[in-house]
C-alpha cells in the first residue's frame, strides 16, 4: 500500500528565506507525486505534479520540487519566501485511483 | 478559479438529519471525486465517479452514499449525521477514469458542514 509522510506540521521562515517543504512517500510501484495548497477558507490548489518526465519538477508561485528516488522523497523548495506563500501545502501520491494525502504542512512567513 | 463548483458554501444543521452536497465538475471532466477533511482525520478520499458509474470506494460509511448524474454533476449524501460529521467536504473532478498519474484532480472551494 502506498503512503505518504509530510515531516514537520508547522514550518515558519522569515520572508527571503529558503522554503523546505519535506515529503517522503511508499510505494510498491513507481509513484505519481503531487504537491497542493491549500490557503485559508479555499479548496486546494495543484503546485505541481511529478510523472516520470523529469526529476526537477517545476511549478506555480515559484515552486519547485524534486523527485528522489534512492531517498523515496519529493521535497518541495522555494528559493525565496514571500508573505502569500502562507498556506497549509499537502504532498500526495497516486497510484491509478488510490490517491492518498499526507497530513499537511502549515506554512508561516515572518515578516 | 478551478472551475469546479460546490453548493451550499456552509450547511449547519443537526445530529440526526440528513444533507445533500452538490457538485458540479470542470467542463469536460468525467471523474468526481468526494473528499472529507477534518482536523483530526486529515484529508480522506470517499468516493469517486467516472461518467455516472461509481468506479472507486475510499473511507466512506454506510450512512453516506453519492451519485453522479446523466449532466455529470454529483450529490453526496450524508444521513443520520453525528457531530463527528462536521468537516469540509470536498469535491474534485478531472478528465479520465484511472488514466494513470498524469490525470490532475482540481479542486472545489468546498463546503462546511457543521453539526450541531
Known amino acids: 500500500a502506498q503512503s505518504v509522510t509530510q515531516l514537520g506540521s508547522h514550518v515558519s521562515v522569515s520572508e527571503g528565506a529558503l522554503v523546505l517543504l519535506r515529503c517522503n512517500y511508499s510505494?510498491?510501484?513507481?509513484?505519481?507525486l503531487f504537491w497542493y495548497v491549500q490557503y485559508p477558507n479555499q479548496g486546494l490548489q495543484l503546485l505541481l505534479k511529478?510523472?516520470?518526465?523529469?526529476?526537477l519538477v517545476k511549478g506555480i508561485n515559484g515552486f519547485e520540487a524534486e523527485f528522489k528516488k534512492s531517498e523515496t522523497s519529493f521535497h518541495l523548495t522555494k528559493p525565496s519566501a514571500h508573505m502569500s506563500d502562507a498556506a497549509e501545502y499537502f504532498c500526495?501520491?497516486?497510484?491509478?485511483?488510490?490517491?492518498?494525502f499526507g497530513a499537511g504542512t502549515r506554512l508561516t512567513v515572518k515578516p | 478559479d478551478s472551475g469546479v463548483t460546490q453548493t451550499p458554501k456552509h450547511l449547519i444543521t443537526a445530529t440526526g438529519q440528513r444533507v445533500t452536497l452538490r457538485c458540479s465538475p470542470r467542463?469536460?471532466?468525467?471523474?468526481v471525486y468526494w473528499y472529507q477533511q477534518s482536523l483530526d482525520q486529515g484529508l480522506q478520499f470517499l468516493i469517486q465517479?467516472?461518467?455516472?458509474?461509481?468506479?472507486a470506494k475510499g473511507n466512506i460509511l454506510e450512512r453516506f452514499s453519492a451519485q453522479q448524474f446523466p449532466d455529470l454533476h454529483s450529490e453526496l449524501n450524508l444521513s443520520s449525521l453525528e457531530l463527528g460529521d462536521s468537516a469540509l467536504y470536498f469535491c474534485?473532478?478531472?478528465?479520465?477514469?484511472?488514466?494513470?498519474?498524469?490525470?490532475?484532480?482540481?479542486f472545489g472551494p468546498g463546503t462546511r458542514l457543521t453539526v450541531l
Open positions: 467542463s469536460g471532466d468525467l471523474s
Open positions: 465517479y467516472y461518467n455516472g458509474e461509481e468506479r
Open positions: 511529478y510523472t516520470s518526465a523529469a526529476t
Open positions: 474534485a473532478s478531472s478528465v479520465f477514469s484511472s488514466g494513470g498519474g498524469t490525470d490532475t484532480q482540481y
Open positions: 510505494s510498491s510501484v513507481p509513484p505519481y
Open positions: 500526495a501520491v497516486k497510484y491509478n485511483n488510490d490517491m492518498r
